[in-house]
């Protein structure tokens, strides 16, 4: 009798585990679009804009969405998409983030994670690398329209953006270093 409570409890404990996760990975693959898969990650629908008709998700979060063309669209600022995009979605968030750049003050930054706050607060963060800006979380609940553009205008500011970052942290490396060195002669 006592190795047929030591068999019988695991193994019901899996059988729990494997239909919970199941059904968790079911809602995902039930979605039939990937509109459907951000608001069950607790992400507002519009941070894709319309016309999105083939994308992939996996297991793990990580998804891929291709569109016809690379294109614009307007919210609070201006975003880019490129014609693909991709990330890692976890609930109200996208990390690892590509394919999307935010404009501001007229250059070009790539998005690299999104999130929103659990519970709501109405706002909205995307992680730039340099800065996080947050917008209205009511602005992203419907896709936009996105417009055409070519891919050449972005690249000359991405490359300003990075370009920058890196003499950003340059310098900052530079300043930690005089500050460690004065505090030793000290």
Sequence with gaps: MLYFHHFVYPLSVFVIFSLLSSVASSNDASASSIYEVLKLHGLPMGLLPKGVKNFSLDNSGKFEVHLDQA?????????????NVSGTLRYGRI?????????DLFLWFPVIEIRVDIPSSGLIYFNVG??????????????????????PDLQSGRQIVETVSKIRFKNLRYELDQYDIARTAL
């Design 71 to 83: 294109c614009n669209a307007k919210f609070e600022n201006e975003l880019h998409y490129d014609m």
């Design 95 to 103: 990390d690892e983030l590509s394919g999307i750049s935010a404009q």
């Design 130 to 151: 340099v800065v996080s800006k947050q917008f209205s979380l009511s602005s992203f609940e419907t896709p936009r329209d996105c417009l055409a553009v070519s891919v």
